[in-house]
């Protein structure tokens, strides 16, 4: 979470700090003023830390000292506004432009970078550590690779990307290998519950939160006590604990908002308010939003979260009629929207919306017509209504046609089913029958001449004979048959096989195959009444399908029909013909 980011280029130097009891600052050597500049800053001293750091700064040009005029305006960077301290670093880079190796550039777009960080503009942030980071690596300078690194795990916490972040700060918090210090060290254990926090590790979190209480006791630490009251109060609301929360949280948010750490006050106010609506207090947690969306607006400090605050006051404004206030949070939902795509939107994992914002700039224009006029709601919730109307009774009405539809088809596929068992019933009609479809029309002779100049008459005849028997003895009814094991059964090779089924059957094989299946489907499901009460897995395993799908889709393609319906229709026949 943002507020972990203790600017840590500031510990350059990686020295504890310790006061230094000389009156006179001329004295001092530099590493001896920047040692008072960082404790004056621990100990949150500002304007005393601002003091020393001009004087500093005044030291090295009287001097010129190059590299400590460039420390110089990192330091009295810290205390100025935005606009000015750009200006410090941008002095700072132009100072060191011709120093080759060492530190620079690497430092400087560090610095840059936690300057854009602090002031909301992560996608320049995260360029400047990114160009911090290869000039780093191109010194081998490894503890400035860990800064990159580690500021750019702050990113990456701060927009949800916990797992990454994480990593990272866990890496630096048990593998140190005198890269940082102790400060930083906490920095990192800080970072770190904030990402468990996120991650629902909340075994880990308190070990950590327990741990660095007691060191903040022991360090004598001011600052840190009250962030770590208010990651306990975090892990209080993750566990429900909703009263102990609200305790700590109030803690940590009178610290931070006395203190100038507005950030970390902008947090403790959206959990207190978080607290209050678990413990259904909604007037309480209204407060707390009202009084964070305030501090958002005087500093210019916003993230992902602040989404669920926003989304929180438009619909408790809406639930009470108050449209002027709805529509007042709805902007200010849209402009820290809009702040917060522009500065995330090339990241892949922002935070889920819980208000889309192309619906709620339609909400907001809703609202806008509705406080002008009040007459077209009426107009409007017919008009939907209508047109829902018309699109069901249309559904409806489509439905319908295709249930008709198939079971027309169905019924004309029963009677075709009935129609020809009955004239199988005479013999010798049936061989008539067979004899007259057998008859080859101009189109099939002319195709049969043309296979039998590839295939020998006798060959083209055996293999017809194998496939009427292949029929009549219900063969294709096996699992697993394909065109090779066919052809090798009837002793014959593919191709004529093929050949044979394309030129006297009209289909390919496949297609030949399925028909077969599905017409001794369609006889066998209007005589058994035994064989139509199985399941379709079962119906499909009896007919040497894989599956019930392949059989059911085989089904409606052939026939035009679903099988449920075929079947439906066959039993709507039957029990009319026990009624009568």
């Known amino acids: 979470m943002k507020y972990f980011f203790l600017f840590i280029i500031l510990f350059s130097s990686f020295i504890t700090a310790q006061q230094n009891k000389t009156d006179s600052l001329d004295e001092l050597k530099y590493s001896e003023l920047k040692d008072k500049i960082y404790d004056h800053f621990q100990h ?6 601002a003091q020393i750091a001009k004087y500093y700064l005044q030291r090295a040009k009287k001097e010129k000292n190059t590299l400590e005029i460039a420390e110089g305006y990192n330091l009295v960077h810290f205390d100025a506004d935005f606009p000015t301290a750009l200006l410090y670093i941008d002095s700072m880079a132009s100072i060191t432009n011709n120093i080759k190796g060492g530190l620079y550039p690497a430092r400087t777009y560090l610095i840059k970078g936690g300057l854009y960080y602090t002031h909301n503009n992560l996608k320049a942030a995260l360029d400047n550590y990114i160009l911090g980071l290869k000039y780093a690596k191109e010194q081998n300078d490894k503890k400035q690779i860990a800064y990159a690194n580690i500021n750019i795990a702050y990113i990456n916490n701060y927009i949800g990307k916990n797992i990454e972040a ?6 630096y918090l048990y593998h140190r290998d005198n890269i940082i210090d102790d400060q930083q060290s906490s920095q990192m254990r800080l970072a770190l519950i904030s990402c468990y926090l996120e991650m629902n590790k909340l075994d880990s979190a308190n070990i950590l939160i327990n741990e660095g ?12 006590p009250y962030l770590y009251s208010y990651l306990s109060g975090s892990y209080d609301l993750k566990v429900k604990n909703y009263d102990t929360a609200i305790t700590k949280l109030n803690n940590a948010y009178n610290y931070f908002s006395k203190s100038g750490e507005n950030s970390s006050a902008n947090y403790s106010l959206y959990n207190l308010g978080k607290s209050y609506e678990g413990t259904k207090n909604k007037e309480k947690a209204l407060e ?3 009084k964070l969306d305030s501090s958002v ?12 605050a926003y989304t929180f006051l438009v619909d408790y404004y809406k639930e009470k009629g108050n449209k002027e206030k709805q529509l007042y949070y709805i902007d200010r939902f849209l402009k820290v929207d809009k702040k917060l795509d522009e500065q995330v939107l090339y990241l892949s994992t922002e935070l889920p919306k819980k208000y889309d914002t192309p619906n709620l700039l339609q909400e907001k224009e809703n609202i806008i017509e509705d406080l002008k006029t009040r007459k077209n709601i009426l107009y409007i919730s017919v008009s939907l209504l209508i047109i829902t109307l018309l699109l069901v009774i249309y559904l409806y009405f489509k439905s319908k046609k295709k249930e008709r539809e198939q079971r027309k088809i169905a019924q004309d596929l029963i009677s075709w089913v009935e129609k020809r068992t009955l004239e199988e019933s005479n013999i010798k009609n049936e061989a008539k029958d067979t004899e007259i479809a057998h008859i080859p029309t101009p189109e099939q002779s002319e195709q049969d001449d043309k296979a039998s100049k590839i295939i ?3 060959v083209i005849q055996f293999i017809l004979q194998e496939l009427r028997i292949f029929e009549s003895r219900e063969l294709f009814l096996k699992k697993g048959i394909t065109l090779a094991s066919l052809a090798k059964n009837i002793k014959t090779n593919t191709a004529y096989l093929s050949e044979i089924i394309n030129t006297h059957k009209g289909k390919n094989f496949a297609t030949y195959l399925n028909d077969l299946r599905i017409d001794f489907a369609l ?13 379709v897995a079962v119906i499909a395993e009896e ?3 894989n599956n019930e799908q392949a059989f059911s889709l085989a089904f409606k393609k052939k026939t035009g029909t679903t099988l449920s319906m075929y079947i439906k229709e066959i039993n709507n026949i039957d029990d009319k013909k026990r009624i009568k």
């Not at 949150?44 to 830390?49: G, Q, T, V």
């Not at 209480?213 to 840190?224: D, G, S």
């Not at 500093?299 to 992902?304: I, S």
């Open 297 to 308: 607006q005087k500093h210019d400090l916003v993230f992902p979260e602040l989404r669920e």
């Open 213 to 224: 209480q007691k060191l903040a006791l022991i360090n004598k630490n001011k600052y840190e």
């Open 543 to 545: 007919l040497g399908y």
């Open 456 to 458: 020998s008459e006798e």
């Open 44 to 49: 949150n001293r500002i304007s005393e830390a």
């Open 166 to 171: 994480a990593k990272v700060f866990r890496y």
């Open 523 to 535: 006889n066998r499901l209007v005589k058994d009444k035994k064989f139509r009460s199985y399941k």
């Open 288 to 290: 707390a939003y009202i």
